[in-house]
């Protein structure tokens, strides 16, 4: 599936640079470093962190998407920065838990 698809399971768009990018996995992490050298290229990145760095991290890992859970907010700076790295950030008003649910039923 495409990270675009995932505004039609109450995934909200906080920032969309590349729609058209395919989902292959899923990722849980707030632990930066462990991110980067676990999460696969392709997986959805779900996380509660929220500051600049996170657009480091995806990049690095070649994440599909930033999926931050519980309603947590970013600052707009981090989606400026995003948009022009071409890192797709989408907010989930659930838990990191029933965000991979309801992406693994979708995978």
């Given amino acids: 599936m495409t ?3 995932l505004t039609e399971y109450g995934f909200e ?10 989902i292959t996995g899923v990722y849980i992490g707030d632990l930066l470093s462990w ?11 779900l996380t509660i962190m929220s ?9 690095l890992a070649d994440t599909s998407c930033i999926i931050l859970a519980e309603g947590v907010t970013i600052e707009s700076d981090v989606i400026k920065t995003a948009d022009a790295k ?3 950030i989408f907010s989930f008003s659930g838990s990191c838990y029933d965000a991979a649910v ?3 039923g979708l995978l």
């Fill in 51 to 59: 500051n600049i760095n996170i657009v480091a991290v995806a990049s």
């Fill in 102 to 104: 309801l992406l693994s």
């Fill in 3 to 5: 990270v675009e698809a």
């Fill in 35 to 45: 991110v980067m050298g676990r999460a696969k290229s392709g997986d959805a990145w």
């Fill in 13 to 22: 768009p906080l920032c969309v640079p590349d729609p058209d990018r395919e």
């Fill in 86 to 88: 071409d890192i797709n």
